[in-house]
């Protein structure tokens, strides 16, 4: 049973940081590259960032670059997302799920239908 548990989110002000930590399960971690997202009501869930299975490159989207950096550890199948300078736009339920690449496809698909509770990051004065 693939799992995921995305754990790290609070309550932030604005220019500060949060660590954001998924715990995964259920599927053979370090073969997946791995994405991270986020969704606030009412809007669609996008992806963030992401980091590959094989020599951990990284992807960002233009709202966080140089701001958030994913990395993974493969020893306890978790994939991590430093984020700093942290502002009001950054408010978001955040979830982590694997990726599968594809070549037409900027980003890796997402590969599980399954997805975490989320961890709520609320960046508020």
């Known amino acids: 049973q693939v799992q995921f548990v995305e754990s790290g989110g609070g309550l932030v002000r604005p220019g500060g940081s949060l660590k954001l930590s998924c715990e995964t399960s259920g599927f053979s971690f370090k073969g997946y590259a791995m994405n991270w997202y986020r969704q606030v009501p009412g809007k669609e869930r996008e992806i963030v960032a992401s980091?590959?299975?094989?020599?951990?490159?990284?992807k960002y989207v233009d709202s966080v670059k140089g701001r958030f950096t994913i990395s993974r550890d493969n020893a306890k199948n978790t994939v991590y997302l430093q984020m700093n300078s942290l502002n009001s736009e950054d408010t978001a339920v955040y979830y982590c799920n694997a990726g599968v690449p594809h070549p037409d496809m900027e980003y890796p698909l997402t590969a599980f239908p399954s997805w975490g509770q989320g961890t709520l990051v609320n960046v508020s004065s």
């Open positions: 980091i590959t299975s094989t020599d951990h490159s990284t």
